[in-house]
């Protein structure tokens, strides 16, 4: 592919229900150093100011927890997602939790505002909630609800203040359009755990998703050949990869890990494979959380995945 990388760095946790997740990136860093890798050395990176300061406030809504600061963070990481793709450079994302994928999204569109994106989202969530539907309220439930410009109205089942739904309309928004993607424009992968509410707009909009199981019984190559055949309308693709979609007994160190996920070497195939077509202009990682790790674990497997990522890019 030969492109210039640009690493973007997305400390923030405000809508994971764990803490630690803003720690991931650092944490692959680490790994980084402990493998010998001059990978942070050589590609430049830019780091977005996070408002975890409001982790120590009250959390607001309880349909929407800190939304406040996370439309903040959408329009800071948008317009850096935007200015990297102008620079004819390609955006590589260390998230913190997933909340902020839609920041991504949006900067996508801001820098090619006509394109038609397409989506592969890499999770054992489906992250279709909104502060009508969300069990939890933790926005990280959220992002592609967001980007959809989804309430989920007919499945509601919370109140949210006027408050909550001003920001949740502003979230939508960022970017200056709402929505950004098409349902049809949208594929899963290796999506397991999901709410009633989530299952409803699946069916509802007939979502294309390859389980865990389609991998395993077809493998990497053909999942990633299908998937990019299924966006071919697209003009561009975002590639986000949740460490949740890797199977509990790898993925410990991350927030809501959930059996029957992918393997690490899977999940580090599927993204090379994906990566090399050339209408990829953007990949994500989220939900790296080193707390809840044992010797540092995930984010060395997710660095070994990140490295195989750079390697075909640049």
């Not at 992250?127 to 069990?135: A, G, I």
Request: net charge neutral.
């Amino acid at each position: 592919m030969h492109k210039k990388i640009k690493l973007i760095e997305v400390k923030s946790e405000l809508g994971a229900g764990t803490r630690g997740a803003s720690l991931g990136p650092d944490a692959i860093k680490v790994a980084a150093l402990d493998y010998g890798s001059n990978l942070f050395y050589k590609i430049p990176s830019i780091d977005i100011p996070n408002e975890n300061f409001r982790l120590f406030e009250p959390q607001g809504s309880p349909y929407a927890k800190r939304i406040k600061g996370i439309v903040n963070i959408y329009e800071k990481l948008s317009k850096t997602v935007a200015d990297v793709l102008k620079a004819k450079e390609f955006p590589i994302v260390l998230a913190g939790d997933h909340s902020t994928a839609g920041g991504t999204m949006a900067g996508i569109k801001m820098a090619n505002p006509k394109a038609r994106l397409g989506v592969i989202w890499i999770d054992a969530h489906a992250d279709l909630h909104s502060p009508y539907t969300s069990p939890t309220g933790n926005v990280h439930g959220m992002p592609l609800a967001a980007t959809l410009g989804e309430d989920n109205a007919a499945n509601k089942m919370n109140k949210p203040d006027k408050e909550t739904i001003d920001l949740w309309n502003k979230l939508k928004k960022v970017g200056g359009m709402t929505p950004k993607i098409n349902y049809s424009d949208l594929v899963f992968i290796s999506v397991r755990d999901l709410e009633p509410e989530e299952s409803f707009l699946i069916k509802k909009h007939k979502i294309k998703i390859f389980t865990t199981s389609d991998v395993k019984r077809h493998g990497v190559e053909k999942i990633a050949r299908d998937a990019l055949a299924y966006l071919n309308n697209c003009q561009s693709i975002y590639v986000s990869f949740d460490v949740d979609s890797m199977d509990s007994s790898i993925s410990k160190g991350t927030g809501t890990p959930v059996r029957n996920g992918i393997t690490e070497k899977e999940a580090g195939s599927l993204c090379v494979r994906l990566i090399q077509n050339e209408k990829v202009c953007c990949f994500e990682i989220a939900e790296v959380n080193p707390t809840l790790d044992k010797e540092n674990l995930m984010a060395e497997n997710t660095f070994e995945i990140l490295q195989r990522v750079v390697a075909q890019i640049a």
